[in-house]
């Protein structure tokens, strides 16, 4: 176990994180200011991966597919919010998380309708594709791929302006106000009905870029937002429903926990006990270590590491 | 006004009497007339009855929104997978148990592991609510979803053939018409069993804890047994559905398991009604007829679905029941 080899999982961590943010962060504000639920985040990560796939090859250039990625998922997140989100604010989890179930099996399937069962794929494009060194003289040959430092570089921008966003500017006052008492904000004067619009967009932008930028690691498929969704789900609950902050810091813990988890983990099983079901029984621990460190801390903190609304 | 309350109850009551009938004569009719499929999909409808209902004591009746019930139903459905590969076998379970593969010796494990394992998801997802109860639950199931498809043993990610079903006493349950009795009898106790619950002292408790934990504290009565117990019980009655599931099939996999299938037994209470008796039997009824028959007619058929869903959540909250014999009672 070398130096340069933590760092590269290190750094894959980070990079899963990142990725995590992105989607946990329209989620959770999502969560924070309308008081929703939305399980079909991870069919907004879907759709902008398709659309991304299918305008970085039509037009060659994978600057515009990014870009289709997070402007596709925005206006899907507009319609949907305008259809059917509106009508769920006001109702009980149930209904949401119904509702929602029933929004990601209609775009699921209209979507394998529409591109058929076989997943497309993407290449990095060949600016991107280099790699960098990380040597530490014991072994010089190791490297880093440039594309995974800019989806944390990306993630890293993003979390900033987002703060940005929320603490400097009108429209985050509205939304830090609409998340305290939106009766008053609305008696203010304020349309709150385009404050959540525009929320509910912006997440599901945030999604749709999230969803464009792994379309290159990943196939892009059917179903490729549910497991995505699932993670992003503990990591808001981890970080405290309704909080940026929170799902930053959640996301990164996450991410690192599960990849270096995978890779170190039968290592570490391997000096205690030594038979041949620790392969298995260390996959099987790998696969479930972020649920544990998720039940772990909802026993000390229920309410997560940040509180929203505390 | 009273008068047309205990009408409705008893029109409640008429037709849950007569939803049982219904599929207990088309059981019959499809098997006189040599139609071996159509007895195993009436088989399926009343197995995911059977694991609605259990779904629904713990979310129609007190209020818990767990959309982590597929870890009980799949394991339910992998014990009985596990036990007819060993009894097949002639090997021992991993504590040197003697396997068998007679349903009731099964359903007996499925009892004490399923209430075993909601006991310890109980105990901590009930010290949180609402949202955090719901996604709890989820990553526990999904805990469980990771365990079954990272564990080679047992078929991961392939799933586990069962290559003769269970046996149930001295019974063929290779025959559709004994397999659906015995699922139908399963039925009716758990049906008679959450009847009686919700009438008892217990289930009056576990209502009042739905709708306001507060009010039941100041009655004296704890809200977190209470609900803890409801789970547990929910959980033994969705992992029995899920034994029959799997020797329905012959099959059990970690689709079982899935957070699909979590959202497919809420589906069954929804589309029949939130909290009421016949609710999941109507729901699950709805629910396999669209399979079938949309599902026969194009691949995309949960396309239709989550239509009928979203359009029940938005514009027909209450589902079949409340269309048929409107509001829910409160007595």
């Not at chain 1, 059917?222 to 970080?239: F, H, R, S, T």
């Not at chain 1, 392969?279 to 270590?289: G, R």
Request: with cysteine; hydrophobic share 55%.
């Amino acid at each position: 176990m070398t130096a340069a080899l933590f760092l590269e999982q290190l750094l894959n961590g980070l990079q899963l994180g990142m990725t995590l943010f992105l989607m946990s962060a329209g989620l959770t504000l999502v969560f924070g200011v309308m008081g929703l639920i939305n399980l079909a985040h991870g069919s907004l990560y879907m759709i902008g991966a398709f659309c991304c796939a299918t305008i970085t090859n039509m037009t060659g250039s994978f600057l515009l597919g990014l870009l289709a990625g997070f402007v596709g998922a925005a206006i899907a997140g507009l319609i949907i919010e305008v259809v059917v989100i509106r009508k769920l604010y006001d109702r009980d989890h149930l209904d949401q998380v119904l509702a929602t179930f029933a929004l990601i099996l209609i775009i699921s399937e209209g979507t394998s309708w529409i591109f058929g069962s076989s997943p497309l794929y993407l290449s990095i494009p060949s600016w991107l594709s280099g790699s960098i060194p990380l040597s530490f003289g014991e072994d010089s040959n190791s490297s880093y791929p440039i594309y995974r430092l800019v989806i944390i570089a990306i993630g890293l921008i993003i979390a900033y302006s987002l703060y940005l966003l929320i603490t400097k500017t009108r429209l985050g006052m509205r939304i830090r106000a609409g998340e305290s008492d939106r009766e008053m904000i609305a008696a203010l004067g304020v349309n709150i009905r385009v404050i959540y619009s525009l929320i509910f967009a912006l997440g599901a932008a945030l999604a749709g870029l999230a969803g464009s930028l792994v379309s290159t690691l990943y196939s892009v498929e059917v179903g490729m937002g549910e497991p995505v969704l699932i993670l992003a789900l503990v990591v808001i609950v981890i970080g405290g429903i309704g909080s940026v902050k929170g799902a930053l810091v959640a996301s990164i813990l996450v991410g690192l926990v599960d990849t270096l988890g995978r890779v170190f983990l039968p290592n570490i099983l391997a000096l205690f006990i030594d038979n041949s079901q620790v392969a298995t029984l260390s996959a099987s621990l790998a696969s479930v270590l972020v649920y544990i460190l998720m039940a772990v801390i909802l026993a000390i903190r229920p309410q997560g590491l940040f509180p929203a609304n505390a | 006004m009273l008068n047309s309350t205990h009408q409705k109850g008893f029109k409640e009551k008429a037709l849950n009497l007569i939803i049982l009938g219904l599929i207990f004569v088309t059981a019959l009719v499809t098997y006189w007339l040599d139609q071996g499929y159509y007895v195993n999909l009436v088989s399926r409808v009343v197995i995911f009855a059977i694991a609605g209902v259990g779904l629904n004591l713990a979310l129609g009746y007190g209020g818990m929104v767990s959309l982590g019930h597929a870890a009980f139903f799949g394991i339910g459905g992998y014990i009985a997978g596990i036990s007819a590969m060993h009894f097949s076998e002639s090997t021992s379970f991993i504590a040197g148990l003697d396997s068998t593969n007679q349903m009731l010796t099964i359903w007996l494990f499925v009892i004490i592991i399923c209430a075993l394992l909601a006991l310890f998801i109980g105990l901590i997802s009930l010290r949180t609510s609402g949202v955090y109860f719901i996604m709890i639950t989820l990553a526990f199931a999904q805990m469980v979803y990771y365990f079954a498809i990272s564990w080679p043993d047992y078929g991961g990610e392939d799933g586990l053939l069962i290559s003769s079903r269970n046996q149930f006493l001295g019974n063929d349950t290779d025959n559709e018409l004994v397999f659906f009795l015995i699922c139908f009898t399963v039925l009716l106790l758990t049906v008679f069993l959450s009847s009686r619950i919700i009438r008892s002292r217990f289930g009056t408790a576990l209502q009042v804890a739905r709708m306001n934990d507060v009010r039941l504290a100041t009655v004296g009565i704890r809200p977190y047994p209470i609900k803890l117990t409801a789970f547990v019980i929910s959980a033994v009655i969705t992992g029995i559905a899920g034994a029959l599931f799997a020797d329905l099939n012959r099959f059990v996999s970690p689709d079982m398991l899935s957070w699909q299938m979590s959202g497919e037994i809420i589906i069954f209470i929804l589309l029949g009604g939130v909290g009421r008796l016949s609710g999941p039997i109507l729901g699950a009824t709805l629910f396999v007829l669209l399979e079938t028959f949309i599902g026969g007619y194009t691949e995309h058929w949960k396309l239709f679905l989550g239509l009928v869903l979203l359009i029940v959540v938005l514009y027909a909250n209450g589902g079949l029941m409340k269309m048929v014999v409107g509001e829910k009672q409160h007595d």
